[in-house]
Structure formats: C-alpha cells, structure tokens
C-alpha cells in the first residue's frame, strides 16, 4: 500500500514538472516570437498586399500591381496579367525582410544626404489592410551588405540588407506574365504545323489514339508530339520586343517561318503561335500569338525543338497513305 502511495505521488510531481516545462516553453516561444517580431521590417504578411508599386527614380520607371482575385495584374507601365509566382516571390522577400535597430532616430539632413535618404532614386509602397506603406531605399553601406532604409512619414533610419534593394529594382519584364500559350497538351484534339515552304503537318487525337492525317497517314508518336506541345506549354517567353506593332513585317510575322495551331475541345477558338524572323540581339525569335497582338521573343532552343520533331511525328512500324 504504502509502495503505491509513494509512486502516485512521485507521478503527481513528473505531472506537475512537465506541465511547468511546457509552461515554460511556452513562455519561451511567446518571447521567441515577439522579439522575432520586432525585427519584421513590416508588420502584414503576403495574403495582406492588394496593391504595391516600385518607383525608381533612376530608370524613370514605374511599376504598379494589383491583386485581381487569386492573380496578378500589372496597371503600370502597361495593363497586362502579372506573374503570380515572381510577384508573390517578390513580395515575400520584402514582406519578410528583417531590420537592424534603429541606426538613427532624428537623423540631421546633412546625415540623411551621407546615406542616400535626402533624394531616394528607390521607393516601394504596399498597400495591406487598407494602409498604404512607403518605403525608401538609401545607399548601400561600407560593407556593401547592407542599405539603409526609412519609411515615408518616420524620422527613423533602419539598417537592411543590401539584396533588399536590389530586389527593388525589378523592371516590368520580370513582373509581367510570360507565358506564351496556357493549354493541357494531353487534351489536344488537333496540332497543325505549317513551315514556310514545306509540307503541313496535322496530327488529331481521338481517346487517347495520336493519328497523323498529313503529310502522310499513319500512327503519330505521342512522345514527339507531347514533347512539342509541353516545349510551348512550359516555355517562357524570353522578352518582349513591341507591345503595340504597326508593322508586322519589320519581324517577318507577316510571312511567318512557322504557324502552329492547337485545338482545344469545347475551345472555339484554337491557339495560334506565328514564329517569324531570328531575333540576332536577343538570340531569339519573333513570335506572336492570336490571343495577343504584341511581338514578343521565344527561346532559339523551342524553335529548335519543334523543327526536329517535326520529322519524327510518324512513327518507324506505322503504315502510310
């Protein structure tokens, strides 16, 4: 009796230690927190953000984004659909960033003209909850690690560090979306390939059967085909040359060097990809698609895939027409 008396009680301590050490770790993790908080150079998080905008004085450069739903779109310098992963990536590196303690609390104008703060060339503002914050970036640092940093409206100079402005300087291309088709491939009902003075190709699917219908008849190698198709569908575009053409000739798209069409079930309209002339500059080639009227590049190596595919769609044992 008195041996079970003795264990009980030695089980009501071990209790009543772990509670307080869960206690305590709790209280640690609170401060944890708390301190990691104050080190937060903003106060909101990603999901926060409906709009921000980057100003560089610099570049003579303005770049405004609006949270659309669960996309992005630019509104400056252009109207276009944004990025949603490189603008969230962006946001995250600024929402997240970290400060030093305050370097300077009521800096002198002198101070502020030493450390780049008296004329700013770099401004983002964010607006999250319905608050808009402004910060402006300074110079770099001694150690070229670190920039200094206010917010508009506040006497405070803060400590950063240096990728923080540099990731401030993105310009439009890096914003902007560059997808150059969004399709299923798997779903397409109809690829045509014409290139400039050669046979066309047409391949159809029909539940799952890849069948080319020209130049010759026969089984088409899905392999070859979905290789093309997801070459497009991942690509990227590689930069955009003129968002308003007057003159499609100046890129050879009004004679293009290859027109792919993809169709799409229950789509009326199908996708269309002209690629025209070699883009010598940016090691690219023109292109344009009828969703859109704007010249943009695409990668030598998507045009290079295409082109040797192109013989290899009909497969070796297939019998042709």
Do not use: C
């Not at 603008?87 to 960033?97: R, S």
């Not at 700013?120 to 503002?125: L, N």
């Amino acid at each position: 009796m008195n041996f079970s008396k003795k264990t009980l009680f030695w089980i009501i301590i071990l209790i009543s230690l772990a509670g307080a050490f869960h206690f305590f770790d709790q209280e640690k993790e609170s401060e944890k927190r708390i301190v990691e908080a104050s080190f937060r150079l903003l106060p909101f998080n990603v999901p926060d953000v409906s709009t921000f905008w980057i100003n560089n004085l610099a570049d003579h450069l303005k770049i405004t984004a609006m949270r659309d739903g669960d996309a992005w779109k630019l509104a400056q310098p252009l109207v276009t659909k944004g990025d949603k992963e490189a603008i969230e990536k962006y946001l995250k590196i600024i929402v997240t960033a970290r400060k030093d303690a305050v370097l300077f609390s009521q800096p002198t104008p002198e101070k502020l003209k030493e450390l780049g703060l008296d004329n700013p060339m770099i401004e983002v503002g964010l607006t999250a909850n319905g608050k808009e914050t402004v910060i402006i970036f300074g110079e770099k640092g001694p150690t070229l690690n670190i920039s200094y940093a206010m917010f508009k409206g506040n006497p405070e100079v803060y400590r950063v560090h240096s990728d923080l402005r540099a990731e401030s300087t993105k310009d439009a291309y890096a914003l902007r979306d560059k997808t150059i088709i969004d399709f299923d491939p798997v779903k397409m009902k109809r690829l045509e390939i014409v290139q400039k003075g050669k046979a066309a190709v047409v391949i159809e699917q029909d539940n799952g059967k890849w069948n080319m219908l020209e130049p010759s008849k026969g089984q088409a190698s899905m392999e070859k085909v979905l290789d093309t198709l997801f070459s497009i569908k991942n690509g990227k575009i590689k930069a955009f040359i003129n968002d308003q053409p007057a003159d499609f000739s100046a890129y050879g798209l009004d004679s293009p060097k290859l027109t792919l069409t993809v169709y799409m079930p229950k789509k009326a309209t199908p996708y269309k990809l002209l690629i025209g002339d070699k883009d010598r500059k940016n090691r690219g080639y023109f292109a344009i698609t009828e969703q859109a009227d704007k010249v943009f590049d695409v990668e030598e190596e998507l045009v290079k895939v295409i082109l040797l595919n192109m013989d290899k769609y009909l497969e070796k044992d297939s019998v042709g027409g």
